[in-house]
């Protein structure tokens, strides 16, 4: 790929345009998608042998939790472009996706204190599992609030960029929490390098869920980067052409 390329997928006029061809693509196959998954999992799939009917909060519960891991590791791959090459719309990426993510960590720790009460006897336990995850929903809350904080565009983006790096560490301390320590916290439900032991009425549902929450946050992204970039271009040429009354 050419620098020339590379600098137009930067450029906040292309994705502003490309993006609106998209986006009614991108929220039909939302839609379907969740109607089907959570449909499917909460008012079709067969009870848990064990858990009965309140294992279902799953379908919820883990593409919530996969979404706020994923969502603070794309923030951390803009922060690095946005340090490293300056692009701008890294910075609105990471400025848009922090609240998305937060708002996905906290469903996931709710969802899992739901779940963890029938489950386990209690709402809430220190385990490394859930406090590596509230430690990522203070991460979140803490770009937020750091975007908030320090005056001037420049200057925002860079210490939030460099907030977002150093918060990173903590993602493989989720990923191998319930390996490195003995937690109260379940193993992972889906590994790429086993066979899933759920049943397929269970499995196909959960994954359908899962893809329909990726998109749900592709369209919500989207939306918010689009909104952000009218904002901040708003004295160029294209923006002014583009609201001006017809």
């Keep these: 790929m050419s620098w020339r390329?590379?600098?137009?997928?930067?450029?906040?006029?292309?994705?502003?345009?490309?993006?609106?061809?998209?986006?009614?693509?991108?929220?039909?196959?939302?839609?379907?998608?969740?109607?089907?998954?959570?449909?499917?999992?909460?008012l079709f799939a067969p009870p848990d042998y064990l858990q009965g009917n309140s294992y279902r909060i799953i379908f919820l519960h883990v593409p919530s939790a996969f979404l706020a891991s994923a969502i603070y590791a794309m923030m951390a791959l803009a922060a690095a472009v946005s340090l490293i090459w300056k692009i701008k719309l890294a910075d609105i990426a990471l400025q848009c996706s922090a609240p998305v993510g937060a708002s996905f960590c906290f469903l996931a720790l709710v969802s899992g204190a739901i779940w963890g009460?029938?489950?386990?006897?209690?709402?809430?336990?220190?385990?490394?599992?859930?406090?590596?995850?509230?430690?990522?929903?203070?991460?979140?809350?803490?770009?937020?609030?750091?975007?908030?904080?320090?005056?001037?565009?420049?200057?925002?983006?860079?210490?939030?960029?460099?907030?977002?790096?150093?918060g990173v560490v903590n993602l493989p301390i989720i990923k191998f929490s319930v390996e490195w320590w003995n937690t109260l916290h379940q193993g992972a439900t889906?590994?790429?390098?086993?066979?899933?032991?759920?049943?397929?009425?269970?499995?196909?549902?959960?994954?359908?869920?899962?893809?329909?929450?990726?998109?749900?946050?592709?369209?919500?992204?989207?939306?918010?980067?689009?909104?952000?970039?009218?904002?901040?271009?708003?004295?160029?040429?294209?923006?002014?052409?583009?609201?001006?009354?017809?």
């Excluded at 997928?9 to 009614?24: A, D, M």
């Excluded at 066979?195 to 009425?201: D, F, N, Q, R, V």
């Excluded at 998109?215 to 052409?241: G, H, K, N, P, Y």
């Design 5 to 42: 390329i590379f600098h137009r997928l930067g450029s906040p006029k292309w994705f502003y345009e490309i993006s609106g061809r998209c986006l009614p693509w991108l929220l039909l196959s939302s839609a379907l998608l969740i109607i089907t998954g959570l449909g499917w999992g909460l």
């Design 117 to 166: 009460k029938p489950t386990w006897g209690t709402w809430w336990v220190w385990d490394a599992r859930l406090t590596s995850m509230l430690i990522l929903f203070f991460l979140y809350l803490g770009v937020i609030a750091l975007r908030g904080a320090v005056q001037g565009t420049h200057a925002a983006s860079k210490a939030c960029a460099i907030l977002t790096l150093v």
């Design 190 to 246: 889906l590994k790429l390098t086993s066979k899933p032991s759920m049943a397929p009425e269970m499995l196909w549902p959960l994954l359908i869920s899962i893809a329909a929450f990726y998109l749900f946050f592709a369209v919500v992204l989207l939306l918010r980067m689009r909104a952000e970039i009218l904002s901040r271009e708003r004295r160029t040429r294209w923006v002014q052409l583009l609201v001006k009354p017809s």
